[in-house]
């Protein structure tokens, strides 16, 4: 449904061009439009809470994924249909969306200070179990300053 709605607004850009820009605009405004409200309406009549609503982008999303991939194995007959244009876009579009919602999470939780410790006490287990200290060892300070030359003597 989701490509019939992009190759539906890719045909009216390219047949109306500049002449009826405004029609193609309502066109998209009255698509976004009933999307929000087909979202509403199950939202009302299903009483969807915002819980269920992330259960269920987290469940199709591999699936929109599995059927990106179908696509892009059937891309002889995607051309031929004249829709490969749409698939590229919504596999651009579906890749952004991927990549926000994996990497948004790490960057948020990169900015607190407890992050770096505990990912530094992870990496450092065993030295910090041992009872040594790393900020000494990563800083480059020797306890026995003479060590140079005790080895050589």
């Known amino acids: 449904m989701f490509i019939c709605i992009l190759q539906t607004v890719s045909i009216c850009r390219s ?3 500049a ?3 405004y029609l193609v605009r309502l066109i998209k405004g009255l698509i976004s439009l009933a999307c929000i409200a087909s979202l509403i309406t199950l939202i009302v009549l299903l009483h969807l ?23 892009q194995a059937c891309k002889p007959l995607a051309v031929q249909l004249g829709i490969w ?20 999470p790490v960057a948020f939780l990169a900015w ?4 770096s410790e505990f990912q530094t006490r992870m990496l450092f287990n065993d030295a910090f179990s041992r009872g040594l200290q790393i900020s000494r060892i990563l800083s480059g300070h020797r306890k026995d300053k003479d060590w140079s030359s005790n080895k050589n003597a």
């Open 15 to 17: 047949k109306v061009r």
């Open 19 to 21: 002449k009826l820009l």
């Open 49 to 71: 809470t915002m819980r269920d609503m992330m259960v269920c982008i987290l469940a199709f999303m591999p699936t929109g994924w599995g059927m990106l991939l179908i696509a």
């Open 85 to 104: 244009g749409s698939i590229r876009t919504l596999a651009r579009g579906y890749e952004i969306i991927m990549g926000f919602l994996l990497f948004a």
């Open 112 to 115: 607190f200070p407890f992050v």
